[in-house]
């Protein structure tokens, strides 16, 4: 019987953190997932994202269509409908989306690595609103890591340095309307994991969210109550943590026939390490009983990449 996806409260004093932080690696044990209730996102800085969201996925076609780039493995800008996979899957997810990258300071070591954002001049507010709501989860997301270093037994601080220029990105998620019948074997967004250190994702306004534990044969829907947040483990935090801490598969389904005539929106932000983070076990998660699965350390760029390629955003060169 799963406990762990009852809303955690989060403390606004970080010294009164001991019962969140237990809360929330009780949950990333069980389940990868948690709702986090008291957030502290500013509901305005929401609903200008969500606003210039249905503003710009209702442009045209060839309008959105200068905002992609297709040699940019879908990391910045607009990617169409009907692009992405998932992870050893080939029929396409039947959605759409934007990402909004970190601005770095000028002439930064990751520049080549971390392109800038185009700007939307179509949607007047569109830079501000998806800036502003970036920088939120942000520092959100550093807040969140502080109670997961605390418990795994780290300093409380360990993950500043690796995430403060890290390759973090606020996805703007549509998923068009259902007119007509889906394609057999579609679904909206098909089983898969995230790829970063932490998601964390704003309640969408339509339901479909739903997650598989591990050793749970079952899907388990996900319904954030109004004012909360779902967060969950990525696939690099779980490969640092040895698996302590799971990186769940998760879907987002069809819709029921009387709702597929509404799109779904919803705003999530994967939290990424530097590019040039050493990925590797930690010595505290590495036991007789669960020994290393990673012997070989990897960088975040070179994991990223990898997963690109896997989920059909980046196409290979030959040689």
């Given at each position: 019987?799963?406990?762990?996806?009852?809303?955690?409260?989060?403390?606004?004093?970080?010294?009164?953190?001991?019962?969140?932080?237990?809360?929330?690696?009780?949950?990333?044990?069980?389940?990868?997932?948690?709702?986090?209730?008291?957030?502290?996102?500013?509901?305005?800085?929401?609903?200008?994202?969500?606003?210039?969201?249905?503003?710009?996925?209702?442009?045209?076609?060839?309008?959105?269509?200068?905002?992609?780039?297709?040699?940019?493995?879908?990391?910045?800008?607009?990617?169409?409908?009907?692009?992405?996979?998932?992870?050893?899957?080939?029929?396409?997810?039947?959605?759409?989306?934007?990402?909004?990258?970190?601005?770095?300071?000028?002439?930064?070591?990751?520049?080549?690595?971390?392109?800038?954002?185009?700007?939307?001049?179509?949607?007047?507010?569109?830079?501000?609103?998806?800036?502003?709501?970036?920088?939120?989860?942000?520092?959100?997301?550093?807040?969140?890591?502080?109670?997961?270093?605390?418990?795994?037994?780290?300093?409380?601080?360990?993950?500043?340095?690796?995430?403060?220029?890290?390759?973090?990105?606020?996805?703007?998620?549509?998923?068009?309307?259902?007119?007509?019948?889906?394609?057999?074997?579609?679904?909206?967004?098909?089983?898969?994991?995230?790829?970063?250190?932490?998601?964390?994702?704003?309640?969408a306004d339509e339901a479909g969210l739903q997650v598989r534990p591990r050793g749970h044969d079952d899907w388990i829907s996900i319904e954030a109550p109004k004012g909360s947040l779902v967060i969950n483990v990525g696939d690099m935090l779980?490969?640092?943590?040895?698996?302590?801490?799971?990186?769940?598969?998760?879907?987002?389904?069809?819709?029921?026939?009387?709702?597929?005539?509404?799109?779904?929106?919803?705003?999530?932000?994967?939290?990424?390490?530097?590019?040039?983070?050493?990925?590797?076990?930690?010595?505290?998660?590495?036991?007789?009983?669960?020994?290393?699965?990673?012997?070989?350390?990897?960088?975040?760029?070179?994991?990223?990449?990898?997963?690109?390629?896997?989920?059909?955003?980046?196409?290979?060169?030959?040689?």
């Amino acid at each position: 019987m799963l406990t762990t996806l009852k809303p955690i409260s989060l403390p606004a004093d970080e010294a009164d953190d001991a019962e969140f932080t237990k809360a929330l690696m009780a949950a990333f044990m069980e389940t990868g997932f948690a709702v986090i209730s008291n957030h502290g996102l500013d509901q305005s800085v929401i609903d200008q994202a969500y606003a210039v969201s249905r503003d710009f996925f209702s442009l045209p076609a060839e309008t959105k269509q200068k905002y992609f780039d297709p040699e940019g493995a879908g990391q910045r800008g607009y990617t169409p409908f009907g692009t992405e996979n998932a992870k050893g899957n080939e029929t396409i997810d039947l959605k759409e989306f934007w990402h909004t990258g970190r601005e770095l300071p000028e002439n930064h070591a990751y520049a080549a690595i971390m392109p800038e954002t185009p700007s939307v001049s179509e949607v007047p507010t569109f830079d501000t609103a998806t800036r502003d709501l970036f920088e939120a989860f942000d520092a959100l997301g550093a807040r969140l890591l502080r109670s997961v270093a605390s418990g795994l037994g780290l300093p409380r601080d360990w993950f500043a340095d690796k995430v403060r220029y890290g390759n973090s990105i606020l996805r703007l998620l549509h998923y068009p309307a259902q007119t007509s019948p889906p394609p057999e074997g579609s679904v909206r967004a098909a089983a898969h994991e995230d790829i970063n250190v932490i998601t964390l994702l704003l309640g969408a306004d339509e339901a479909g969210l739903q997650v598989r534990p591990r050793g749970h044969d079952d899907w388990i829907s996900i319904e954030a109550p109004k004012g909360s947040l779902v967060i969950n483990v990525g696939d690099m935090l779980q490969r640092l943590t040895n698996h302590v801490l799971q990186s769940t598969t998760h879907q987002v389904i069809n819709p029921a026939p009387e709702r597929s005539r509404f799109s779904r929106y919803s705003l999530p932000f994967f939290l990424h390490f530097e590019p040039d983070v050493q990925i590797r076990s930690l010595e505290s998660c590495v036991t007789e009983d669960n020994p290393d699965r990673y012997p070989e350390p990897i960088t975040a760029n070179e994991y990223l990449l990898e997963r690109l390629e896997e989920i059909g955003l980046l196409k290979r060169k030959p040689g």
